[in-house]
């Protein structure tokens, strides 16, 4: 009986909590005092509780273009492969022979392309397109990838920026990575060659990096931004072996490695842009929600919004979580698996997900947000509860079993945005790669 007492008053104050700060969203302008709050950061990171939800996309795009058109952040980048998002950013730019941004998205082929691939992104890069067309060249906003996948594209970009900046070190980079050629661009096949040859091509990648490094200055006025994008796909293949030399031989957790390149892509742009650039960050909430917020510091897991935090200082990034009660997604059922719209259930008892949808039934609101960093207003969303999380992996009639990370909200992130209900992203129909390697936790994320 007193723990049914104590529950009820826990309930009470958390909708209570959110039901007094809740901001109502309807439309674009119903984000200025929000985006307001983000002017003085210098990164704004948009979460999603899932890749294939189409509400969380559309309002990641609304809040980029008022930063972007309102603020002078510099650029986004996102939880992507970086060549397939650099050949995007040239489309930005009047850089690449594509007529449409739809064009301009058939670069995405790695699975699952519907990730960037898809309606909400093709408008934004059209209207970033537009954007840039009425700015001088160092005053463009620009779109960059910050993942860890694209061994081999990779590779390829390597040899074909250093072509134009350095032959001969193109033909000792070619050379070097031919360490990889017996495993015929399979990941999954180096990494079962890391089993038995613990070596592998370490070595190798990490030479090349160190030589191109060491012609920065030579070439830096010539050839600038051919030299930055080799060195930044040098600088993957030597984090992609390491992330699957770690994932086949458990030196140290695989997200580690690919959240610490994440962070470190990200000080790189940075330093590209100045002292006082400003940068956004779209990618998962298991990725930008603060780990010593959750589970994932008991299981020494780290992420970008984290590591954020402890490299800007919290006062200079934002935190930005998404969330629902129930509704539709796009994923797959398997890895490298068909693209399925899927129905969302309603959220956990006694989660996040369902204190929200009980404060917005009583507000008769289906998407709003809450802004997190006052704690004397708050306080009552530190509490720990589940949150849901859901991968390109899903399976909605297992989600009471998993797809729930313990989370402490006004710790996690500044300020949380919620769709009660939310539909399915819209994806582009095209062929993908089904050569690579799963993401392993949670789900795919």
Same mark, same amino acid.
């Given at each position: ?9 826990? +309930? ?5 909590? #959110?039901? @007094? ?15 307001? =709050? ?26 980029? &273009? ?73 005053? =463009? ?15 390829? @970009?390597? +040899? ?14 070619? @050379? ?14 180096? /990494? ?48 992609? @072996? ?28 940075? %330093?590209?842009?100045?002292? &006082? ?10 990725? #930008? ?14 992420? +970008?919004? $984290?590591?954020?935090?402890? =490299? ?18 796009? /994923? ?8 399925? =719209?899927? /129905? ?20 008769? &609101? ?10 004397? %207003? ?47 992203? #819209? ?16 789900? $795919?994320?």
């Amino acid at each position: 009986m007193l723990f049914s007492v104590v529950m009820n008053k826990i +309930i009470t104050s958390i909708e209570d909590v #959110i039901i @007094e700060n809740a901001q109502p969203l309807h439309e674009r302008r119903d984000l200025s005092a929000l985006v307001s =709050k983000f002017s003085q950061s210098k990164v704004v990171m948009l979460g999603e509780a899932s890749h294939g939800t189409q509400e969380f996309y559309e309002w990641r795009r609304l809040i980029s &273009e008022e930063l972007i058109s309102q603020y002078g952040f510099n650029f986004i980048a996102v939880e992507g492969d970086w060549p397939p998002c650099a050949e995007l950013n040239r489309f930005l730019h009047s850089e690449l022979k594509k007529e449409t941004a739809r064009e301009a998205l058939g670069y995405f082929k790695r699975w699952p392309t519907w990730m960037w691939a898809n309606t909400e992104v093709m408008k934004l890069a059209q209207w970033m397109k537009t954007y840039n067309e009425s700015r001088s060249k160092d005053n =463009k906003a620009s779109f960059f990838g910050l993942d860890v996948y694209s061994l081999f594209e990779s590779i390829d @970009e390597v +040899i074909k920026q250093l072509r134009k900046v350095n032959p001969g070190l193109a033909r000792q980079a070619r @050379e070097h990575y031919a360490c990889f050629s017996p495993f015929q661009r399979d990941e999954r096949a180096y /990494a079962r060659h890391l089993k038995f040859s613990p070596a592998g091509c370490e070595a190798q990648v990490v030479k090349v990096l160190t030589d191109m490094l060491k012609i920065r200055v030579e070439n830096i006025k010539d050839h600038f931004e051919e030299l930055f994008d080799a060195e930044q796909n040098a600088r993957i293949v030597k984090n992609a @072996e390491d992330y699957y030399r770690t994932m086949i031989l458990g030196v140290e957790d695989s997200w580690n490695v690919r959240d610490r390149h994440m962070i470190e892509t990200l000080e790189i742009l940075f %330093k590209r842009f100045g002292p &006082e650039s400003k940068g956004i960050v779209w990618a998962h909430n298991t990725h #930008i929600g603060d780990y010593r917020a959750t589970d994932m510091v008991k299981e020494n897991l780290v992420n +970008i919004g $984290g590591l954020a935090r402890e =490299k800007w200082g919290a006062e200079r990034v934002s935190l930005v979580g998404f969330g629902t009660y129930q509704g539709e997604v796009i /994923a797959s059922n398997a890895w490298d698996g068909p693209t399925q =719209k899927m /129905a969302v259930p309603p959220g956990r008892p006694a989660s996040y997900e369902a204190h929200f949808h009980a404060a917005a039934q009583k507000i008769h &609101e289906n998407a709003f947000y809450v802004w997190l960093h006052d704690d004397d %207003k708050v306080g009552a969303l530190s509490q720990v509860l589940g949150h849901r999380a859901i991968g390109v992996v899903y399976n909605p009639a297992y989600e009471r079993l998993g797809n729930y990370v313990p989370t402490s909200l006004s710790r996690r992130y500044d300020g949380f945005i919620f769709i009660d209900r939310t539909s399915a992203l #819209i994806p582009f129909a095209q062929e993908f790669k089904r050569e690579d390697i799963p993401e392993t936790w949670p789900q $795919g994320v």
